[in-house]
């Protein structure tokens, strides 16, 4: 009784595995060797119609080294634009190791970048941890003219990567950047790159409204002074100081503590920033004395200068119309009775006090 239950099972098995035999035959396999991986595309804008895209395919030589394929065409979708360079490959292109995307700046402020990252929303092979960023001028070029011995899409993403890990720019990627867009309150920003000496380099932060660039910030010291006001953290960048009494230095930020008050007087609201922020002085110069007897007065002096640059900064800000620093967020926890609109319309008027509170906890070179 047993043996026949046995045959009868072996027998359904192998009746089984002839039927779908034939539909193992359907399913169409990709063999990874036979794939071209992009990662890194570029997005320009044409003649206000089309879009100009760029892509880069690194492939791998005998001895280990590396060099970048590049492709162009133009479209009017940015899905389609793959469609076309396959007619030029020698395998199939794919998206899923996709690193970077670039956008041209005329392409950001005229057109916006929505379009794109809508199609990237429906690609299920692009991760939401790929970056962003804005090129200052033609983003193709940049892909085009950097240096092809090294994988272009890596270097950039790891350019941008460690910048936000050492605090020089606050954290971002296509997750971050859809997330702030369709949040109500607040803004979104990217890295702007630039090509110098034929490696992509960091120039600053580009600033949107919704999906239009409006601005960008470009100083060193705007970019520190950006990153303080954007949120607590327990490392961050340097900023170099000049104060009126001719004393120049380089703080080096270990600690930043932050906090918003938004407070509603009549129609009108206003917010106050507070900032704690701890640092080493790494270099120092115009101070005569010994460096632990003028400390009290570095403090302050920096203090002065950080409050001057940071109103300076938040003028801009309010000039674009933009929000990247989450006021707006601030102002809705406050007040439960918020009306975004209402803020959009008072935010380029409003008040904003910046009060900071330095801590100089160790000193170096003093010359």
């Known amino acids: 009784m047993k043996g026949q239950r046995m045959r009868s099972y072996l027998s359904y098995m192998l009746a089984t595995g002839l039927i779908l035999l034939p539909l193992g035959g359907c399913l169409q396999t990709k063999v990874i060797d036979n794939l071209d991986y992009i990662t890194a595309v570029a997005y320009d804008w044409e003649n206000e119609k089309y879009i100009r895209g760029t892509v880069a395919v690194p492939f791998y030589l005998p001895d280990r080294s590396v060099k970048n394929a590049t492709y162009q065409e133009v479209t009017q979708l940015s899905k389609e634009m793959r469609e076309k360079m396959n007619k030029l490959t020698p395998n199939p292109l794919v998206s899923g190791k996709l690193e970077v995307g670039l956008f041209g700046?005329?392409?950001?402020?005229?057109?916006?970048?929505?379009?794109?990252?809508?199609?990237?929303?429906?690609?299920?092979?692009?991760?939401?941890?790929?970056?962003?960023?804005?090129?200052?001028?033609?983003?193709?070029?940049?892909?085009?003219?950097?240096?092809?011995?090294?994988?272009?899409?890596?270097?950039?993403?790891?350019?941008?990567?460690?910048?936000?890990?050492?605090?020089?720019?606050?954290?971002?990627?296509?997750?971050?950047?859809?997330?702030?867009?369709?949040?109500?309150?607040?803004?979104?920003?990217?890295?702007?790159?630039?090509?110098?000496?034929?490696?992509?380099?960091l120039k600053g932060m580009a600033l949107f409204k919704k999906g239009k660039m409006k601005g960008k910030i470009e100083t060193i010291q705007e970019m520190a002074i950006f990153t303080f006001m954007h949120w607590d953290r327990t490392e961050s960048t340097g900023v170099k100081f000049v104060t009126k009494k001719g004393v120049m230095g380089f703080l080096r930020v270990t600690e930043i503590h932050r906090k918003i008050k938004v407070v509603q007087s009549g129609n009108m609201p206003s917010v106050h920033v507070k900032l704690d922020i701890h640092g080493n002085l790494e270099e120092i110069h115009g101070v005569r004395q010994a460096t632990d007897k003028v400390i009290p007065e570095l403090e302050h002096l920096v203090e002065k200068e950080l409050q001057y640059q940071g109103q300076k900064l938040i003028q801009k800000l309010q000039r674009w119309n933009v929000d990247p620093l989450g006021y707006s967020e601030a102002a809705r926890i406050h007040d439960r009775h918020f009306d975004a609109k209402a803020w959009s319309k008072q935010y380029p008027h409003i008040k904003v006090k910046i009060t900071c509170r330095v801590h100089i906890d160790e000193y170096g070179i003093v010359d």
């Open 105 to 201: 700046t005329e392409m950001a402020r005229k057109k916006g970048i929505m379009d794109v990252l809508d199609s990237w929303q429906r690609d299920p092979f692009i991760g939401r941890r790929a970056y962003l960023a804005v090129v200052d001028g033609n983003a193709g070029d940049l892909l085009l003219k950097a240096i092809k011995k090294k994988e272009i899409g890596e270097s950039i993403a790891k350019l941008i990567q460690h910048n936000i890990e050492h605090g020089r720019i606050p954290d971002t990627n296509f997750h971050h950047f859809i997330n702030v867009y369709y949040r109500e309150n607040g803004d979104p920003w990217l890295p702007l790159l630039t090509l110098e000496q034929r490696k992509p380099m």
